[in-house]
């Protein structure tokens, strides 16, 4: 069993930045990919970054150079690092973990951004 905790997520005013931590646990070995995800209200969920086991990045066109994804494979830690927050960024995130073709998901973390 794969267990994600999110934490980071809040209001922030347009231009700010915020970062977002995902700590996993349980039965985690060489997962194929793991990342972040959101969902806007009224939308649906959608890939924001990931970072491949071999170290690829991808991430959505929206939030290509704003946004960084990175891991700490010795703590099981994932991180969002997010600048230049704009309102359209309004949205829970939720981190996933891929192993072996099977989605793990968080329950989410809620950012606000909004004067």
């Known amino acids: 069993q794969v267990q994600l905790r999110e934490s980071g997520g809040g209001l922030v005013q347009p231009g700010g930045s915020l970062r977002l931590s995902c700590a996993a646990s349980?039965?985690?070995?060489?997962?194929?990919?793991v990342g972040w995800y959101r969902q806007a209200p009224g939308k649906q969920r959608e890939l924001v970054a990931t970072v491949t086991n071999g170290g690829s990045l991808s991430y959505a066109d929206s939030v290509k150079g704003r946004f960084a994804v990175s891991r700490d494979n010795g703590e099981n830690l994932i991180y969002l690092q997010m600048n230049s927050l704009q309102p359209e960024d309004t949205a829970v995130y939720y981190c996933?973990?891929?192993?072996?073709?099977?989605?793990?998901w968080g329950k989410g973390t809620l950012v606000t951004v909004s004067l």
């Open positions: 996933n973990i891929n192993i072996s073709g099977q989605d793990y």
């Open positions: 349980g039965s985690i070995f060489r997962p194929n990919a």
